[in-house]
């Protein structure tokens, strides 16, 4: 069944959609419609966005769901009007907190996220950078200046999950692809990672998977072949279980699900507040 869900904000909406999305996923039998509106700050704007709402509504001939973090009182109401089924964070939380804090809540926009000039910002761009800069084993002379090293067989996860890591948590992450080169010798470290065992954790992941992925990319080539898939993910898993290197399997799991277990299987400390 198919469902329509907005995500609005006064803001950039993506509280909306981070935590609009993470309850939607607790459903299943629904083909939900994610559409996404930022900056809805004047009533032009709202006027307009109810227009798609009730057009959404008539055609489905069922309400949308409408997640919103919006904080301009007039848009807000207006939107509580619009006959979709209102899930408003802001007015669920704030007064709780205002109850408990014993203080006004601001109602400033992007609060958040106003840290263009904080250590945070600069922090992020950093580990963001350098996980560009070490990306497919570039450069693996700035791999003492890494929080961790992350292994695994070209395309299982081991690049967005670098830059999730420095975005969100602010970690210097380097990746390593282990590539049927470094296979040539039996179950053994390629010669860059052996001076850095500990910062090395490995990612695995399904062989059916794994050709799947690498045949949008090389199709019908010995790279994406069910064969050479199967052979590297069993070979890499045993170098994993030889040298004591953790490891997880990235099949099933979002780029933020297998950064957020790397961070407490590898017992990082977030870098950013």
């Known amino acids: 069944m198919q469902r329509t869900v907005f995500f609005v904000s006064d803001g950039t909406g993506i509280t909306a959609e981070s935590f609009g999305q993470s309850l939607l996923a607790q459903f299943e039998g629904y083909e939900f419609q994610h559409v996404t509106f930022p900056y809805i700050d004047s009533t032009v704007k709202t006027i307009h966005l109810i227009e798609k709402i009730h057009n959404i509504h008539k055609v489905e001939q069922?309400?949308?769901?409408?997640?919103?973090?919006?904080?301009?009182?007039?848009?807000?109401?207006?939107?509580?009007?619009?006959?979709?089924?209102?899930?408003?964070?802001?007015?669920?939380?704030?007064?709780?907190?205002?109850?408990?804090?014993?203080?006004?809540p601001l109602y400033r926009?992007?609060?958040?996220?106003?840290?263009?000039?904080?250590?945070?910002?600069?922090?992020?761009?950093?580990?963001?950078?350098?996980?560009?800069?070490?990306?497919?084993?570039?450069?693996?002379?700035?791999?003492?200046?890494?929080d961790i090293i992350l292994l695994g067989a070209s395309r299982s996860g081991k690049?967005?999950?670098?830059?999730?890591?420095?975005?969100?948590?602010?970690?210097?992450?380097?990746?390593?692809?282990?590539?049927?080169?470094?296979?040539?010798?039996?179950?053994?470290?390629?010669?860059?990672?052996?001076?850095h065992r500990e910062k090395l954790f490995g990612l695995t992941i399904h062989p059916g998977r794994l050709a799947g992925i690498r045949h949008e990319r090389r199709p019908h080539s010995r790279y994406s072949s069910s064969q050479q898939c199967q052979l590297e993910v069993h070979t890499i898993e045993q170098i994993y279980r030889k040298e004591h290197i953790p490891y997880i399997n990235s099949t099933d799991y979002s780029v933020e699900e297998i950064s957020t277990r790397i961070m407490d299987l590898a017992h990082l400390k977030r870098r950013l507040k």
Not at 134 to 139: I, S, T
Not at 162 to 191: H, R, S, V
Request: aromatic share 10%; charged share 20%.
């Open 62 to 104: 069922i309400r949308p769901v409408v997640f919103m973090t919006v904080l301009n009182e007039e848009v807000s109401q207006m939107l509580h009007t619009s006959g979709a089924f209102i899930i408003d964070l802001f007015q669920t939380f704030l007064p709780g907190l205002e109850h408990e804090f014993g203080q006004h």
């Open 109 to 146: 926009t992007g609060k958040k996220r106003s840290t263009t000039h904080s250590h945070s910002y600069h922090r992020r761009i950093e580990a963001v950078q350098f996980a560009l800069d070490n990306d497919d084993g570039a450069r693996t002379r700035n791999y003492d200046k890494a």
């Open 159 to 195: 690049t967005p999950s670098c830059i999730y890591l420095g975005l969100q948590f602010g970690i210097f992450a380097a990746n390593y692809p282990i590539t049927e080169e470094d296979l040539d010798e039996p179950l053994k470290l390629p010669k860059p990672l052996q001076p």
